[in-house]
T-cell receptor, first 114, second 110 residues
Framework: NAGVTQTPKFQVLKTGQSMTLQCAQDMNHNSMYWYRQDPGMGLRLIYYSASEGTTDKGEVPNGYNVSRLNKREFSLRLESAAPSQTSVYFC?????????????FGEGSWLTVV | EDQVTQSPEALRLQEGESSSLNCSYTVSGLRGLFWYRQDPGKGPEFLFTLYSAGEEKEKERLKATLTKKESFLHITAPKPEDSATYLCAVQAASYDKVIFGPGTSLSVIP
């Protein structure tokens, strides 16, 4: 029972390189999210997908793109990495209900851009 | 603008010393308020969801309460294993995104 799986767990990039963070869930949830977490800043929403086929910007979308490949998978792409994108990235999922989306998180991906 | 703040930023307690963490929110119609626990190097772990003012939920030494503008996480007789960062989050009625506060770092000293 994996829940929410993120890959890779650790990555070092050079400025200007591109990469994709992968996220897969086996919880049959409709909603999926990408957050970044920085010291003193808390969790900030990058993009989210309320259901398969839809994506929306969160608080800090600049420099990122996302793809909701199917119900299970939601990827985050950095086209040209910058040092300011050094962070811990969390993928999360939630059952989409009218009474609130309780979010379940993956273990995180540590990204360093040098 | 929807916003979540938490206080204090950090809290240091002696084992057995009860206290409360605060989460204040501004949101246009609350669909849900969530509490999470996060250990270093891990993803946040879900604790509670509260939906309406007056609601309370308990789990072991933790109790969460909700009013129209804030939520409290009460910790009764804490133990060192309760040391973690506690995160509060809200979801507005009008959209699917969930917004987090900056967290309270709790240290419980034996």
């Amino acid at each position: 029972n994996a829940g929410v799986t993120q890959t890779p767990k650790f990555q070092v990039l050079k400025t200007g390189q591109s990469m994709t963070l992968q996220c897969a869930q086996d919880m049959n949830h409709n909603s999926m999210y990408w957050y970044r977490q920085d010291p003193g800043m808390g969790l900030r929403l990058i993009y989210y997908s309320a259901s398969e086929g839809t994506t929306d910007k969160g608080e800090v979308p600049n420099g990122y793109n996302v793809s909701r490949l199917n119900k299970r998978e939601f990827s985050l792409r950095l086209e040209s990495a910058a040092p300011s994108q050094t962070s811990v990235y969390f993928c999360a999922t939630a059952p989409r209900t009218s009474s609130g989306n309780t979010i379940y998180f993956g273990e995180g991906s540590w990204l360093t851009v040098v | 603008e929807d916003q979540v703040t938490q206080s204090p930023e950090a809290l240091r307690l002696q084992e057995g010393e009860s206290s409360s963490l605060n989460c204040s929110y501004t949101v246009s119609g609350l669909r849900g308020l969530f509490w999470y626990r996060q250990d270093p190097g891990k993803g946040p772990e879900f604790l509670f969801t509260l939906y309406s003012a007056g609601e309370e939920k308990e789990k072991e030494r933790l109790k969460a309460t909700l009013t129209k503008k804030e939520s409290f996480l009460h910790i009764t007789a804490p133990k060192p294993e309760d040391s973690a960062t506690y995160l509060c989050a809200v979801q507005a009625a009008s959209y699917d995104k969930v917004i987090f506060g900056p967290g309270t770092s709790l240290s419980v000293i034996p």
